[in-house]
T-cell receptor, first 119, second 113 residues
C-alpha cells in the first residue's frame, strides 16, 4: 500500500539553527500538507501546497517557515531559526486529485512524523 | 469557544465493550467529518469519513454526525486490545481545492484484555 514517508524520524537541534524536514508524498497525489503536534496538544494545520505554491497557511506558519517541492518526489519544510517552542512532531500528509482524473477522495494520508527537539 | 472540542479521556474499557467517542464543534461551515486513529508516536490513520449528517458503518466502527447539534460520534463495537490508541476527530469545510483539517485534541482509549 502506498505511504507517505518522512525523514528524519527524530532530530535534535540547538535553538537558532536551521532545520529541514523531508517528506515523500504518495506518488500520484497533488496536494501536500504539513501539520504539527506539540506534545499533549492538538494536531494543527501549518500549510497546504498545490501546483508548486502555497494554497493556504495558518498563523503559525510565519516567516521562519518555508516549504518547497525541489523535485518530483520530495516535499520539504524548512525552519530557518528554530525556537524552543518549535519542538513538536511534524506530520506530512498528501491527498487530492490523482493526475488526469477528477475523483477526489478527500482523504489525507499522513506520514509517521518527524520529532523535532529544540534545545 | 474552541472550534472543535473533544474529551481527552483517558477512557479505559474491558475487551468486548462498546466504546462511544464524541466531539462537538462550533463552526457550522464544517461539512466533512473524519475519525483518525493514532498509535503512540505514529501518524494519524483515517478510520471513518462522512459527509454532512447521518450514520456510516464500517465493520465494528460506526460514525454518526448530527449537524443540528454540532455533534459527532464514533462507536466501536466488540472492542479489542488492538483498538487501544488515541482517537482524533477532524473536520473540514466544503469547497476549495484542498483539505485543511481541524482536529480535536484526541481521546486516549485503552481496551483491557
Amino acid at each position: 500500500e502506498p505511504e507517505v514517508t518522512q525523514t528524519p524520524s527524530h532530530q535534535v537541534t540547538q535553538m537558532g539553527q536551521e532545520v529541514i524536514l523531508r517528506c515523500v508524498p504518495i506518488s500520484n497525489h497533488l496536494y501536500f500538507y504539513w501539520y504539527r503536534q506539540i506534545l499533549g496538544q492538538k494536531v494543527e494545520f501549518l500549510v497546504s501546497f498545490y501546483n508548486n505554491e502555497i494554497s493556504e497557511k495558518s498563523e503559525i506558519f510565519d516567516d521562519q517557515f518555508s516549504v518547497e517541492r525541489p523535485d518530483g518526489s520530495n516535499f520539504t519544510l524548512k525552519i530557518r531559526s528554530t525556537k524552543l517552542e518549535d519542538s513538536a512532531m511534524y506530520f506530512c500528509a498528501s491527498s487530492g486529485l490523482t493526475s488526469g482524473r477528477r475523483t477526489r477522495t478527500g482523504e489525507l494520508f499522513f506520514g509517521e512524523g518527524s520529532r523535532l527537539t529544540v534545545l | 469557544q474552541k472550534e472543535v472540542e473533544q474529551d481527552p479521556g483517558p477512557l479505559s474499557v474491558p475487551e468486548g465493550a462498546i466504546v462511544s467517542l464524541n466531539c462537538t464543534y462550533s463552526n457550522s461551515a464544517f461539512q466533512y467529518f473524519m475519525w483518525y486513529r493514532q498509535y503512540s508516536r505514529k501518524g494519524p490513520e483515517l478510520l471513518m469519513y462522512t459527509y454532512s449528517s447521518g450514520n456510516k458503518e464500517d465493520g465494528r466502527f460506526t460514525a454518526q454526525v448530527d449537524k443540528s447539534s454540532k455533534y459527532i460520534s464514533l462507536f466501536i463495537r466488540d472492542s479489542q486490545p488492538s483498538d487501544s490508541a488515541t482517537y482524533l476527530c477532524a473536520m473540514r469545510k466544503s469547497g476549495g481545492s484542498n483539505y485543511k483539517l481541524t482536529f480535536g485534541k484526541g481521546t486516549l482509549l485503552t481496551v483491557n484484555p
